[in-house]
């Protein structure tokens, strides 16, 4: 290999603090439609049937920084079982590092997440799961349904996804963190929209957030102009709208709707809305019309679970405050077990005191539900 001269080696060194402060400088925000010659393409999910992840495969290759990671390897399908009620997860970006794709099972931090495993707890799907009789390695076996609910599930499309609040030790409008006509979450991302929940830590409400695009000023990022309608109907008559971004664009429409009407500039555009019990029993629904500026609906789950929405079809969010008897997976419900089933604020996978979450309930709020 040829030396390099004194000039040249400068000019390398130089261009690799560009290159870190350039990075340093939006790290905190997504890209999921803006990573240019640095990204690959992600893995897709994994296939399903019955409305259940895949297993994911081993990601491929990563390619040399400044030229694209690999894609990441897509998921297998499972023919019954399983425990996740989403299809797989959307294909995304894979990761501008040497030598390195997304794991198996896992997406990267900007690589499209993976379907989720089949079974629980590392066993196989159970081959009769879902037939009415309660076969050996079955807690349960409810056949035709009904099954039991998860906290929150979202409807869209077809399709049915366990969707668990983001968590986080901020309080909600400084989680929104509104300031020069923009949120400031950290989910944003150019051309891109997102609906979530975030809870903060130590409540039992929940808040609903949508964003739509990403501020300029912050981030560097160049929004495209364009337009955001949302009709929000069937919210708890308790709702409450806490942030407008920008002031008028957003209205309520009696005592359960409202109706979000944003052109986007150079600023992120949305809402944060409060007054949402949880545990709860409501059906919110959403129906979306991005005119231009958008390219990517997302549905954001705390788990770490992202799902790509249609531009165009009804979203339905729906809670429940009673969890019912068997799960799809054949699985009873349970506190502790790691999975956000109705009438659980938190559930992490112990029964510890004082970690936060005991008996599936914050520490410092009240009585646990159960």
Known sequence: MPSMSEPAWGRW??????????????????????????AGNGGSGGSAASGFGGNAALGGGGGTLGLGGGSGGTGGSVPVGGRGT????????????AGRGPSAGRGSSQGGSAGRSGGTAGMPPQEHCRDGVLDPGEECDAGEGPYA????????????????????????????????GSSHTGNENKAGSKIYFYRPFDEAGVYLVTHHGIDFEATGFVQPTGRVEFDV???????TLLVSDDAGDVKKDGTTALLGRW???????????????????????????????I???????????????ALAKTVELIASDEPGGCRRDCTVP????????????????NELPSDGCFECYPDDISEPMR
């Open 233 to 239: 109907t069937e919210l708890p008559n308790t709702f």
């Open 149 to 180: 609910h998860p906290a929150i599930e979202l409807h869209a499309n077809g399709i049915i996804v366990e969707l668990e609040p983001v968590v986080g030790q901020k309080f909600a409008i400084d989680y929104y963190g509104y300031r020069n």
């Open 86 to 97: 989403a299809l797989g997860g959307s294909g995304g970006r894979g990761t501008p590092v």
């Open 13 to 38: 060194l130089a261009a690799l603090v560009l290159l870190a402060v350039s990075c340093g400088r939006s790290s905190l925000y997504t890209l999921d439609s803006d990573a240019g010659e640095h």
């Open 263 to 293: 052109d986007l500039g150079q600023e992120s555009d949305g809402f944060l809305l409060g007054g949402i019990p949880f545990p709860g029993s409501w059906h919110i629904v959403v129906e979306p019309n991005f005119v231009q500026g």
């Open 334 to 349: 349970r506190c502790g077990d790691g999975r956000l089933d109705a009438g659980e604020v938190c559930d992490d996978a």
């Open 295 to 309: 390219d990517s609906f997302t549905a954001l789950s705390g788990d770490g679970y992202k799902t790509g929405l």
